[in-house]
């Protein structure tokens, strides 16, 4: 190919992995900027401590303290890192001779062994995943000693000002409009440059333990839910296009549900072993650490070398291919596939030809979000209320996270040796009945330890499951043109269900008791799992190329 593969352009180099930044020194002076910035937020979190780690008490108010000098000369360095950072990254280079115009349309031979490329691509994504979901996971563990800290009202303190609810509600919010941000940004600039854009957006968002001022903590909490809601579909977009064609399936689901639970263990870990002694300001804090690892490890993130091959940049896909034992090959399109775009836009999605995948997929995405968001974000609060302390509250549910984790490799196994299908609909079963037995049992569950162990367990484990199991299956129902934008969809609306959730407690239209909230999603679990038993597609060991013209096809003839 012309251009080489030992140029900037091509293969692995200083920048990372096949695809060099745009400009490099851009990028990594706008990380220093940030990583600047954000230590300068550190007086100000000393500030808000007492000595022993406790938060400093702020006589109930919302209005906190003023920020300190070194925290918005922080502020002004993280802006212009930011700024750098984009300049840096977007765009990727092009050797003379390598772009053509026009998209090319190619096969890829890739049912091929995995290689030491394909698990160090794996390891790197468990990590991503686990510190994607630490990030709306957090909220669930700050709540109760925000509401303390700053007197505002919550299940424990029912008498407080604001409701703490508008925290969460925040965050999620972002994390919906992120997906739907980042799914555009994979398909328009590509999914490696905007991974890690969102992995700085971890690093710069980290200062939201330092904020001062209520107020303040929910617009930092709406700014890290930007980079939270659009990560994960761009992570398994990213992998489902790189892995061949007969590990995809059961290797993906791994990655999520692993990183999934990783995700939940590591922050009930890290709430009941720092916030004890540093206070809940800490968790936001490991933002900082965690994005700055997914930067260091960008080497071993590609580019998609089917994103690169639909924009005519053939040469820098074989260099990506070459690294995981692939090739191209050309293939001919069939005569009647529609075209499709990354300026179609999501409400194209909702329309023929891809109205029947589409919609059983966000009826699921919305029941589950109902689940991981809202029935799971009010599980520490509730604990407490019932009797439990701080302590016993994050270990319960990082026990019943654990007692969940071995079925993963289940999991995993059944979707890529069974069926794509078959597996929603079990872990939407598994789901349902689990939230239905805790509506039914109420609040008389916290008298005994074991049951609560394990009606907590399945919850969290199918719920999990089903996020990481929805993401893979989205990513190889559609064409490479709007995968990243068709995973951003469901990711938007598996966190609509969250913010529903919330605004209902924001308004006080219904307690969040376990009664409540289990059976809220209960219900849209059931409904939404009988619509993917009727409407499903199989995917289980089908190229991507077969999957999304067969889909397309069903949708055709199902609309004539």
């Not at 600047?36 to 000595?51: D, I, K, N, Q, V």
């Not at 303390?148 to 604001?162: A, D, I, M």
């Not at 890690?196 to 939201?208: K, M, Y």
Request: hydrophobic share 50%.
């Amino acid at each position: 190919m012309s251009g080489g593969r030992g140029g900037a352009a091509h293969g692995d180099d200083r920048t990372g992995g096949p695809v060099a930044f745009a400009r490099p020194s851009w990028f990594w002076c706008g990380v220093l900027l940030c990583l600047a910035g954000a230590l300068g937020h550190l007086p100000m979190y000393e500030h808000l401590a007492h000595p022993s780690g406790h938060s400093r008490p702020m006589s109930g108010s919302a209005w906190g303290s003023p920020m300190m000098i070194t925290m918005m000369v922080g502020m002004v360095f993280i802006l212009a890192g930011v700024a750098a950072c984009v300049y840096g990254i977007v765009g990727l280079r092009r050797a003379p001779g390598d772009y053509k115009p026009g998209p090319l349309r190619v096969s890829f031979a890739d049912d091929v062994p995995l290689t030491r490329a394909h698990w160090a691509l794996t390891v790197v994504m468990v990590l991503a995943v686990a510190i994607d979901v630490m990030k709306p996971l957090s909220l669930s563990f700050v709540v109760p000693g925000m509401a303390q800290e700053y007197g505002l009202r919550s299940p424990v303190h029912p008498h407080g000002s604001l409701p703490v609810a508008l925290l969460p509600l925040s965050g999620i919010s972002g994390t919906v409009i992120g997906s739907f941000l980042w799914g555009r940004f994979g398909d328009r600039i590509g999914r490696r440059p905007s991974i890690i854009l969102a992995a700085v957006v971890f690093l710069t968002t980290s200062v939201c333990g330092a904020m001062p001022q209520f107020w303040m903590n929910l617009v930092m909490c709406f700014l890290m839910g930007l980079g939270a809601g659009g990560m994960l579909p761009l992570l398994f977009t990213l992998l489902t296009e790189t892995v061949p064609t007969r590990q995809r399936g059961w290797l993906v689901v791994l990655v999520g549900g692993v990183g999934t639970a990783g995700g939940y263990v590591l922050t009930s870990w890290a709430a009941s072993l720092l916030v004890p002694h540093f206070g809940w300001r800490v968790l936001w804090l490991l933002g900082l650490p965690t994005g700055l690892l997914l930067l260091l490890l960008n080497r071993w993130i590609p580019e998609s070398a089917r994103f690169l091959a639909a924009c005519g940049r053939p040469a820098d896909a074989e260099a990506v291919l070459a690294r995981y034992g692939a090739r191209l090959v050309s293939a001919q399109p069939p005569a009647d596939a529609p075209a499709a775009s990354a300026h179609d836009g999501y409400l194209r999605l909702l329309l023929t030809p891809y109205a029947r995948a589409s919609l059983p997929l966000v009826v699921f995405a919305l029941g589950i979000g109902l689940v991981t968001h809202g029935f799971q974000l009010w599980i520490p609060s509730d604990l407490q209320r019932l009797g439990f302390s701080e302590l016993t509250a994050d270990t319960t549910l990082r026990d019943s996270a654990l007692l969940g984790l071995p079925f993963n490799l289940v999991i995993a196994w059944l979707y890529g040796r069974w069926s794509s299908k078959a597996t929603l609909v079990l872990l939407g079963t598994c789901t349902a009945v689990s939230m239905m037995t805790l509506a039914a049992v109420g609040d008389r569950i916290a008298v005994h330890p074991l049951p609560l162990h394990l009606l907590l367990a399945v919850p969290i484990w199918s719920a999990g499951s089903a996020v990481a199991v929805l993401s893979a299956y989205t990513a190889e129902v559609y064409p490479t043109a709007i995968r990243s934008q068709a995973s951003g969809l469901t990711a938007a609306v598996t966190k609509v269900g969250g913010v529903l959730m919330i605004a209902v407690v924001v308004a006080a239209v219904a307690p969040p008791s376990l009664r409540t909230t289990a059976l809220l999603g209960a219900v849209t679990v059931a409904l939404a799992t009988v619509a993917i038993a009727l409407s499903g597609v199989e995917t289980r060991s089908r190229s991507l190329e077969e999957i999304s013209t067969s889909a397309l096809e069903g949708n055709a003839s199902a609309s004539a």
